[in-house]
């Protein structure tokens, strides 16, 4: 597996994430700020893998290793944090190590209420504490009024560790618009915050023509979000994909695909709506994905690494990295 020339990447892991870390361990969790400043140079949006499962990371890794890409990968809401980061980190110590993996977990703020927003600010303290990188706040629920507070008390854990937040945006007529985007961002600088990357759901598209819709509504979303980081969540297409490796976009989830190809190889379709972004035979996964569910799982990340133009990008992180720490 790839081992890069420079350990710099290694010297910017979150001291929450050194604590929990094995001695000697080459496994390198980042904020997604740090992948952030080489987005230009590195090519199109960073992968984001769905991994609700231990061995989906693993082959998630393993692809992101054969292509030399980073990635991130996310923990689904309601799972252990602590076992879920063990099993990665060992996992990227094994066969990923030294590339840079943003590891992520979403908490809902719900309506914004004064319960739901301290039951979120204990939730995003367990997760930083157990070694989460990144923390995604879903504030589409919450008032208008009420998300400056929110984002406030419940990113404190996060902001206290220097671990990037993100926050979801609220839907206009089910999809992500630019104007809900711009009073968020208006708001939370007014009030001295700001987000370090903002993500919209988007819906599965259905047709070129759609693909091609969504692609400029993310480019108009970037505008607007004046130099905030934007990403792409929700399910996506292999067209949608390429389309949006030419785009502005921080990064794309792969929207349950790995995830889904997995349930799907153990007879648990229902498990798993994503369509495939594989083609048959188009990457063969290497003899060490073992059995079939996680050879899928990296057939599709493979894919999602391709289709983003992403292969090669864990060299320009490094450099990067590297750079800031001669300065």
Do not use: K, N
């Amino acid at each position: 597996m790839i081992r890069l020339a420079s350990d710099a990447p290694l010297a910017f892991r979150p001291a929450t994430v050194v604590a929990r870390l094995p001695p000697r361990s080459a496994a390198c969790p980042l904020s997604l700020r740090d992948l952030a400043a080489v987005r230009v140079a590195a090519g199109g949006p960073f992968p984001l893998v769905m991994a609700p499962a231990p061995e989906v990371a693993r082959a998630a890794l393993v692809a992101a290793a054969e292509l030399s890409a980073a990635i991130g990968l996310e923990l689904p809401e309601g799972e252990r944090p602590d076992h879920w980061f063990a099993a990665v980190v060992r996992a990227a110590d094994e066969f990923a190590p030294r590339l840079p993996v943003v590891l992520s977990a979403t908490v809902a703020l719900g309506a914004g209420s004064d319960g739901e927003v301290e039951r979120a600010r204990r939730e995003a303290f367990r997760l930083v504490e157990a070694g989460l990188t990144h923390l995604v706040l879903d504030l589409s629920a919450v008032p208008e009024g009420g998300r400056v507070a929110a984002v406030a008390r419940a990113a404190q854990a996060a902001r206290e560790r220097e671990i990037g937040v993100e926050g979801i945006l609220p839907l206009e007529s089910g999809r992500a618009t630019p104007g809900p985007a711009a009073a968020l961002l208006e708001e939370l600088a007014e009030s001295g915050l700001s987000l370090d990357a903002v993500g919209a759901h988007f819906p599965l598209p259905r047709s070129a023509v759609e693909e091609r819709g969504q692609a400029r509504q993310l480019a108009e979303l970037c505008g607007w979000a004046e130099g905030t980081p934007v990403i792409r969540r929700g399910p996506v297409t292999s067209g949608l994909l390429e389309v949006l490796a030419a785009s502005p976009l921080l990064a794309c989830e792969d929207g349950g695909a790995a995830a889904a190809a997995a349930a799907r190889a153990a007879g648990r379709p229902g498990e798993g709506e994503a369509p495939p972004l594989a083609r048959p035979g188009e990457r063969p996964a290497p003899p060490e994905m073992g059995d079939r569910p996680e050879a899928l799982a990296y057939e599709e990340v493979a894919a999602l690494v391709e289709r983003l133009g992403r292969r090669g990008s864990s060299a320009a992180v490094a450099a990067s990295l590297r750079a800031r720490l001669e300065e």
